[in-house]
C-alpha cells in the first residue's frame, strides 16, 4: 500500500482469542491471571491491576529467541524487533475445517497457486474453538509444508491450533524451517468465524524487547 492511500472495507473480523483466568494453554506455560494492586473504591482514583502469563497464552507471534539463542544473544531476535511489515496486509485463508493431522500434501496445489499473489497466508482447521480446554490432538504443519511455504516467498503463516508443530516434536523442527526462511508464524487464531478467500491482515505483535513471543489483536479487514 502506498503512502497515503486509504484502507477501504466494510468489515472488521476479531480472529484473535479471548484471554481469560480460564484460558487454556500449552503444557508447562503459565496461564493468565490478574491481581488487583489498588481499587477505585479505595484510592477514589483508578483501578490498578497486575498480570501473569506467559506470552504463548491466546493469539499470538513467536519471535526467533523462542527456539534458538539466549536472551543474552543481542543478535537473537526478540518479539520486540520482529519486522512489522510481515504482520500488515493482504492474506489469504485457506479452510481445511475438522483436519487434525498434519498440514501437508493436501494443501500443496493450493499453495502453489497461491505464491506470487499473496505472501501471508492463514489455515482454518476448527469450526469451532473451546477456549477453556487445551486440546492435545490439533493441525501443526509438516516441515514439507513449511519448505513449500519459505521456497515459494511467502513471509507469514498463521494457524488456529496451539503450535505450527505437533505436540510432542520435542525438536520443533517445523518451527526451525519457518525461521530458516524467514517467515513469522501466529498460532492460537480464531478463523471460526472467516470464510475461505482474501483479506487483509494486520496482527501487530507489542514492543517486548526482553520476550521471545508477543500476545496478538489479530484482525482481518473485508
Not at 523462542?66 to 543481542?74: A, L, P, T, V
Not at 513469522?184 to 514492543?207: C, F, H, M, R, S
Amino acid at each position: 500500500m502506498s503512502a497515503g492511500a486509504r484502507l477501504s472495507y466494510s468489515r472488521i473480523i476479531d480472529i484473535s482469542q479471548p484471554v481469560t483466568s480460564r484460558t487454556a494453554c500449552f503444557p508447562g506455560d503459565t496461564p493468565f491471571s490478574k491481581s488487583v494492586t489498588l481499587t477505585y473504591e479505595d484510592s477514589q482514583v483508578i483501578n490498578l491491576t497486575a498480570l501473569t502469563m506467559s506470552p504463548h497464552v491466546g493469539s499470538h507471534a513467536d519471535a526467533p529467541v523462542h527456539i534458538k539463542g539466549s536472551f543474552e544473544d543481542s543478535q537473537t531476535v526478540r518479539a520486540g524487533s520482529l519486522d512489522l511489515k510481515a504482520f500488515l496486509g493482504e492474506v489469504y485463508v485457506i479452510d481445511i475445517s475438522d483436519t487434525r493431522d498434519a498440514i501437508d500434501k493436501q494443501v500443496r496445489d493450493r499453495l502453489l497457486s497461491l505464491a506470487g499473489k499473496f505472501e501471508r497466508v492463514l489455515f482454518k482447521t476448527l469450526k469451532h474453538i473451546d477456549y477453556d480446554t487445551f486440546a492435545e490432538s490439533y493441525s501443526y504443519l509438516s516441515t514439507d509444508c513449511a519448505t513449500i511455504l519459505g521456497e515459494n516467498g511467502f513471509r507469514l503463516v498463521g494457524l488456529d491450533t496451539p503450535s505450527v508443530d505437533h505436540i510432542k516434536a520435542n525438536e520443533l523442527s517445523t518451527h526451525h524451517v519457518l525461521d530458516h526462511f524467514g517467515l513469522v508464524w501466529l498460532e492460537n487464531l480464531d478463523l471460526t468465524q472467516v470464510e475461505e478467500g482474501a483479506y487483509q491482515l494486520i496482527a501487530l505483535p507489542l514492543k517486548f524487547m526482553e520476550l521471545e513471543a508477543s500476545p496478538l489483536r489479530a484482525v482481518l479487514l473485508k
